[in-house]
Each structure stands twice: as C-alpha cells, then as structure tokens.
C-alpha cells in the first residue's frame, strides 16, 4: 500500500514537473535559435546591448526595493499588532488581505488615476498636489499599487513567521529589559522574521518586475511595458529575457536558501 501511495505521488509530480518545464525548455531552445541553423547567444546579446532594457530593468528593481520596504513598514507592524493584542480581528485582516485577488489590476490603477490625478482640497484649498503630477509623485503612486498587489503575498509569510515563533513570551521578555515597541519589533521580531521576510521579499520582487498593467496606465518605464513591447515587435529577444529572469528567480530563491539553511544550523548549534 504504502509503495503504491509512493509511485502515485512521483507520477503527479512528474507530471507537474513537465507542466512547468517543458515550456521553459521550449522558451529556452527558441530563444538559441536566432540564427537559422546554429544555436548561438545571439538573442540575449541584442536583448543586453538595448539601453532601454537596462533603463526599465533598472527602473522595476528600484521599484521593487521601495515596495518591499513600503510593504514591510505596513504589514510587519499590523500583523504582529493583530497576533499579540487584537487576535479576534485576524480574520478582518486576512479578508482585506485577499482584496487583491478580488479587485483586477486594470480596476485598480483606473481607481487611483480618478482619485489622485486632482489635487485634494478643503474647502477650495489645496493641501496635497496631484499624484500624477510629477515623475517622482507616480512612482509614488506606483510603488503604492505594488504594495496592494503583492499585499496577500506579503502578509501571509509575515503571518506564517509569527504562527512559528512565540510572540507573546518574546514580547514580555523583551519589554521586561526595558525595551519600547520599535526595539521590540527592530531587534526581537524581524531577526526571528528573517526567512519568512526573505519569501515575501522574493515575491514581491517577481511581481513587481514582471507587472504590466499598473505601469502601462500610469505611463512609467518598467520592464513589464518593455518586454510586452518588445513582444510585438521581435521574437527571440522577449524569449531570451524570459528565460533571463527565470533563472534571477531561481538564484534569488537559492540565496534565500543558503540564508535560511545557515540560520537553522546556527539555531541547533546554539541549542546544543
């Protein structure tokens, strides 16, 4: 029984595994084949000599490093908030959480276009210029977009990290050496945070650079916009950087493991 039980879990995840890479297979061998006949790096050398392409690459990971911080300064605080003191309104967060999921993107970015494209006044006075009235003040706007985003991404590993550490003790240990709110969170909580930050780090960076429709309406040069671009006027190019942020996934993923890995041989070395 138990046997049988091992050979079906296998062929499910050959067959999921073949879902997944087959097409990356295909995407990788179309992106070699710029020149008829021969398999070259041609594709990914014109893809890397386009200046626009670092422009926008450039531009989303500036992005990203903001919305991860953006979402961090938002969700560790609540959520660590709600765990501690006001366990009965989890439910309340999670549902706000999976908005994202609810509301499309495309509503989204219209929403913010009608709300913030005027400025906001008081009786006639005007307090907060618009929002779209300057570059530095939409990717303002932008980097807000993102963090609702990847808000469902976020906030689940921020939860999964303080289900597996003892808030409650930690905080009253903490606060019995003299230590204030911001120490607390600073210096007890976001080290014991630090593999699940990493994760939602990670996919908050795969969203943000690889988001399309966010950027395209608020007219920002990301990499999204570029690539579905470069989509309609080239082939093996938007295949080449395909196949290229896959593989900075994968490298960030296995950073992120080598960091986790470490930390659990510090933690047994420790504990023995």
């Known amino acids: 029984m138990k046997r ?13 595994a073949a879902y997944f890479l087959i097409p990356l297979w295909g995407t990788l061998v179309f992106s070699l084949q710029k020149k008829r ?29 903001f919305t991860i911080i953006a979402s961090l300064l938002l969700i560790v605080p609540t959520a660590y908030w709600v765990r501690l003191r006001v366990p009965r309104a989890r439910p309340i967060v999670e549902f706000i959480s999976l908005l994202p999921f609810v509301i499309p993107a495309i ?9 913030y494209s005027q400025p906001f006044t008081i009786f006639g006075i005007p307090l907060f210029p ?6 530095i003040l939409t990717n303002f706007l932008l980097v807000m977009g993102y963090t609702v985003l990847a808000l469902p991404y976020m906030y689940r590993a921020v939860d999964n990290g303080l289900r597996a550490m003892d808030v409650a003790t930690l905080s009253e240990a903490a606060q019995s050496l003299g230590a204030g709110w911001t120490t607390i969170l600073w210096r007890v909580i976001m080290p014991n945070l630090r593999s699940a930050l990493l994760s939602g780090a990670l996919l908050t960076f795969a969203i943000v650079v690889g988001e399309l429709t966010i950027a ?18 080239r082939a093996y190019e938007p295949a080449a950087l395909t196949i290229f942020t896959f593989l ?16 659990e041989q510090g933690t047994v070395t420790a504990a023995h």
């Not at 049988?4 to 499910?12: E, R, V, Y």
């Not at 989204?108 to 709300?115: D, H, Q, S, W």
């Open 4 to 16: 049988g039980i091992s050979w079906f879990a296998w062929l499910w995840f050959i067959i999921g």
């Open 248 to 263: 900075l996934t994968w490298i960030a993923m296995g950073l992120i493991d080598l960091v986790t890995r470490g930390r």
């Open 216 to 233: 395209t309406f608020l007219a920002r040069p990301a990499f999204g916009p570029y690539l579905a671009l470069l989509g309609n006027h």
């Open 37 to 65: 006949g021969t398999i070259s790096l041609a594709a990914y050398q014109d893809a890397f000599a386009d200046p626009k392409f670092w422009e926008t690459f450039l531009f989303s990971n500036v992005m990203a490093i």
């Open 130 to 135: 618009s929002l779209t009235s300057s570059n």
């Open 107 to 115: 509503v989204l970015v219209f929403g913010f276009i009608k709300t």
